[in-house]
């Protein structure tokens, strides 16, 4: 099962490394991260999809909770926060069938970020489910490239990790 923490560190130099080798040294993979430094630019932010049974979770968030530039460790609970990933598509694109294109990233509520002679790129942004969805939709014309973003996810409602 895929878990999605959310971790308030100091925002220094090698904090990332610190916490990726935790994971390392574990043999805990992670899926998707994402770093960003908060309101207070004493802060860092980092959002963290790994795979794992309750258990593993459980162990994680021990073992976060014991390094020094960390502040706060967060699991999100199914159903109780807001996740976005932001995705580059690079699709291969000949003139006649770029009105076909550009209607189905609009009916994905997809942007055109770029058109070439003979490509068209896409940005998408929304949950990873629903990213999927969209590269699945645009296999047949023959996908070039991606890229994509880590996970970022807060919560629902008034609660707020940085208080």
């Known amino acids: 099962m895929k878990h999605t923490l959310t971790v308030l560190v100091e925002n220094q130099a090698g904090v990332l490394s610190k916490i990726s080798g935790l994971f390392s040294r574990r043999g805990f993979n992670i899926d998707s991260l994402a770093v960003g430094v908060t309101n207070d630019p004493k802060l860092s932010r980092m959002t963290i999809v790994a795979d794992g049974d309750d258990y593993v979770l459980e162990q994680l968030e021990k073992q976060l909770n014991k390094l020094i530039p960390v502040i ?56 990873a489910e629903k990213g999927e969805v969209l590269i699945n939709l645009l296999k047949p014309y023959g996908i070039r490239e991606i890229v994509k973003t880590g996970t970022i996810a807060i919560e629902k409602g008034a609660a707020s990790v940085t208080s």
Request: with cysteine.
């Open 72 to 127: 706060k460790v967060k699991a999100f609970e199914e159903g109780n926060y807001i996740s976005r990933e932001l995705a580059l598509i690079k699709v291969n694109c000949t003139t006649q069938k770029r009105p076909e294109l550009m209607k189905l990233a609009e009916m994905m509520s997809a942007k055109v970020a770029d058109v070439g002679q003979s490509t068209v790129t896409i940005e998408f942004c929304d949950t």
